[in-house]
Structures are given as C-alpha cells and as structure tokens.
C-alpha cells in the first residue's frame, strides 16, 4: 500500500544488496496470508521456488508482519524476468506483496562506506 500511494517511493539500502541478477544472491520475500501459507508454498513449487517460512531470531516461531502475515523467503534462482514474476505471484491466492517492486521505485539511496567516509549514493 505505501508504495502504490506514495508520491515519491524511495527504497534505502545498503550496498550489500547490489547484484549483478536477481535471484542470484538473496532469497525473495512474499508475504503471504497466515491461512494461506501452505497453497502458496505448493504453488510457487509449481513455478520451481523453493520456499522457507522466515523464523524470528532471538525468538520463537515464524516472523509476523506489522499486518499479522507471514514471510516466505523463495529461492528461484536466477530472475531472468521480474516483471512477469511479480504479476504471476501477486496473483496466487494468499499473496499479499513480494520484495521486487517493480515499477513503483521512483529514487534507490545505495549507503556505503568508502576510504572510512560514509556516503550515499542514488541509482
């Protein structure tokens, strides 16, 4: 929702997440219905994802969303094609929004350290 009704979308990473493809090096995230988790699991197997629940760290059970849904992280591998991926999983019933937001990101700040001095970047 913030981002489809935001003005201006402003995505803030750290340099860690620059990748050459995705896919390649992170997991995808897609917050799904609680209800939902096991149909959409077997769906995205259907599309060769492997998923696994995201479990909270320094406590017990899966990680909830500030709107009390789950997180899957899904291996694709290699994304050859965001665009088509992101409409093919917004559609499976239970899904809620994924990590790629495509074509909603107006400005990327790239956080980063060089020769000690903290900087910023855009993309």
């Known amino acids: 929702m913030v981002d489809a009704l935001a003005d201006l979308f402003i995505v803030v990473v750290d340099s860690s997440?620059?990748?050459a493809q995705l896919g390649t090096t992170f997991a995808l995230p897609v917050e799904v219905l609680p209800m939902a988790v096991a149909p959409v699991t077997r769906a995205i197997a259907?599309?060769?994802g492997k998923s696994e629940l995201r479990m909270g760290i320094k406590k017990d059970g899966p990680v909830i969303t500030d709107?009390?849904?789950m997180v899957l992280d899904v291996d694709f591998g290699a994304i050859d094609n965001p665009v088509e991926l992101e409409k093919v999983l917004n559609?499976?019933?239970g899904v809620l929004e994924n990590g790629l937001f495509v074509g909603v990101t107006d400005v990327v700040l790239v956080g980063e350290v060089k020769d000690g001095q903290?900087?910023?970047r855009e993309l």
């Open 67 to 69: 709107q009390g849904n």
């Open 46 to 48: 259907k599309l060769g």
């Open 17 to 19: 997440k620059l990748v």
């Open 118 to 120: 903290a900087t910023v």
């Open 91 to 93: 559609n499976i019933p």
